[in-house]
């Protein structure tokens, strides 16, 4: 069986349907539980762990979220759009990183002349954030 989203083949019995369509268990996942860059709760269950766990700045985080944090730290501030090429990403791998990354208070996002920007989070940005800066 295949899946009608991601195109992958689907195990024998792994199946989800979700509106019509055949699903892998990840899209179908998609579906119900897009990430969520803005998500309070989510920001502070991921500093008390990181916390209670002793970890600072890239600890914890997967090779792929390290890589992307170094890159928007060398180049930044970057587009969405450059780190998805850098990294060959689809939107929504980009998406559960840089959830985690913005979660751990590592990056964020902001609007510079209409066009989402990401940079590291700093000293410059503490204060400064507004509902759109996410």
């Known amino acids: 069986m295949i899946c009608n989203k991601c195109n992958n083949e689907i195990p024998e019995g792994e199946q989800c349907m979700h509106r019509?369509?055949?699903?892998?268990?990840?899209?179908y996942l998609e579906y119900?539980?897009?990430p969520r860059t803005c998500d309070v709760?989510?920001?502070?269950?991921?500093?008390?762990s990181r916390k209670l766990a002793?970890?600072?700045?890239?600890?914890?985080l997967t090779e792929?979220?390290?890589n992307i944090y170094n890159y928007i730290k060398d180049e930044g501030p970057v587009t969405v759009e450059q780190i998805m090429s850098k990294f060959n990403l689809s939107k929504i791998q980009y998406e559960r990183n840089f959830?985690?990354?913005?979660?751990?208070?590592l990056a964020h996002g902001f609007r510079?002349?209409?066009k989402v920007m990401i940079k590291i989070w700093g000293k410059d940005t503490l204060g400064?954030?507004?509902?759109t800066d996410c």
């Not at 019509?20 to 899209?27: A, F, P, T, V």
């Not at 709760?41 to 008390?48: E, P, T």
């Not at 959830?99 to 208070?105: F, G, N, Y």
């Open 20 to 27: 019509g369509q055949i699903l892998c268990e990840d899209c």
């Open 128 to 131: 400064s954030m507004h509902l």
């Open 54 to 60: 002793g970890q600072d700045g890239t600890d914890g």
């Open 64 to 66: 792929t979220q390290k």
């Open 99 to 105: 959830a985690v990354l913005r979660h751990c208070e």
């Open 112 to 114: 510079k002349n209409g």
């Open 32 to 34: 119900l539980e897009p």
């Open 41 to 48: 709760a989510a920001v502070h269950g991921a500093k008390m």
